[in-house]
């Protein structure tokens, strides 16, 4: 209690020097990948970040829809932008969403492969390239989901574009765990996490239906993100919420959940904090909107996950208990008597 205490203090002493919140001066002392806490370790700032819930439109075939996508996205990035966020967080399908029926080509009424051909692919990229501009012009990181094209017959990838605030796309996430229909008949999996960082931040990236994979969350914990962003457009009602503030907890990180409007009456977009607990949701009535929080928010419940719970784990996954197993008749027999 004596080194938590004496930790504490050294905390909130930088935070009183320097006019930082509890949370942006924990930073300084943040744990290294390894467990240790250092402060030569990597040192954020803090970055306000906002998510947003919009519209899911379903066929890629009709271009006044995809461009009306497109407009509710700008109108959104500039409302984030005249509130001072550094990041904006789209759900899946901002653009388009493209339903399975509508792709078949045993449709509409049976599920069959993908007719990709039926995509409006020079409107969807003429609104992605207008969303990349407005990022650039709004000095506003922006994550985006789209169906990213590959070369034929390959199907393409379900993705997160990152685009920086100078309006370029810096990387890209394809979803990984697709679902059966998915995979099945419409996209081409992922490999990979992908991590990114805005102002000292580093972020992650997941989609879809990953918020039922906690070994997700947990690969990004060890590649030592700070926040995870999920996009998603299937929810049980409050089903996926609730994973997403048990995934937050578990793994002592923020995690901005994106979702439709069309769930906003059950399971709003929204930011939750390492402590497990929502910062700030979007509305519940269905209007396209956005919730706007600081990562740095100064909550000493996160603050203490962060400080705590995190190097905690770290240590004890790496072979913290080995020193002290031991070898003991009683231990070895599972059936000894009480």
């Not at 001066?25 to 943040?30: E, G, P, S």
């Not at 705590?308 to 059936?335: C, F, I, N």
Request: glycine share 6%; with cysteine; hydrophobic share 35%.
């Amino acid at each position: 209690m004596t080194a938590h205490r004496n930790f504490k203090r050294q905390v909130r002493a930088r935070a009183a020097k320097t006019g930082e919140s509890y949370t942006s001066a924990l930073r300084h002392f943040r744990p290294a990948p390894s467990g240790d806490v250092t402060s030569e370790t990597r040192n954020p700032e803090g970055v306000r970040l906002a998510v947003a819930q919009t519209p899911v439109r379903e066929d890629p075939r009709d271009v006044d829809a995809l461009r009306e996508s497109g407009r509710q996205v700008r109108a959104l990035m500039r409302e984030a932008g005249a509130r001072g966020a550094r990041i904006v967080h789209f759900p899946e399908g901002a653009i388009c969403f493209p339903h399975k029926l509508v792709m078949s080509v045993d449709g509409p009424d049976a599920v069959g492969p993908a007719d990709w051909s039926r995509c409006q692919w020079p409107v969807l990229r003429a609104e992605l390239a207008a969303i990349a501009a407005l990022a650039g012009e709004l000095r506003l990181w922006t994550v985006i989901a789209s169906v990213h094209r590959l070369t034929e017959p390959h199907r393409p990838h379900n993705s997160l574009y990152v685009i920086s605030d100078r309006g370029e796309v810096v990387t890209r996430y394809d979803e990984r765990r697709l679902s059966n229909t998915k995979v099945s008949y419409l996209y081409s999996p992922g490999t990979s996490p992908v991590t990114f960082e805005v102002d000292g931040v580093r972020f992650g990236c997941l989609l879809g239906m990953e918020i039922h994979y906690p070994e997700l969350f947990a690969e990004y914990e060890s590649l030592d993100v700070d926040c995870v962003l999920l996009s998603t457009t299937g929810v049980s009602p409050g089903n996926a919420a609730v994973q997403a503030q048990g995934h937050a907890a578990a793994n002592s990180y923020w995690v901005s959940f994106s979702v439709p409007t069309q769930h906003s009456a059950t399971a709003p977009s929204g930011v939750v904090a390492p402590s497990g607990d929502w910062l700030e949701r979007c509305p519940t009535d269905g209007p396209p909107s956005l919730a706007v929080v600081d990562l740095d928010d100064g909550s000493e419940a996160a603050a203490e996950a962060v400080a705590h719970a995190r190097p905690w784990r770290r240590k004890s996954r790496a072979g913290l208990y080995a020193e002290h197993q031991v070898t003991d008749p009683r231990s070895e027999d599972r059936t000894a008597a009480f």
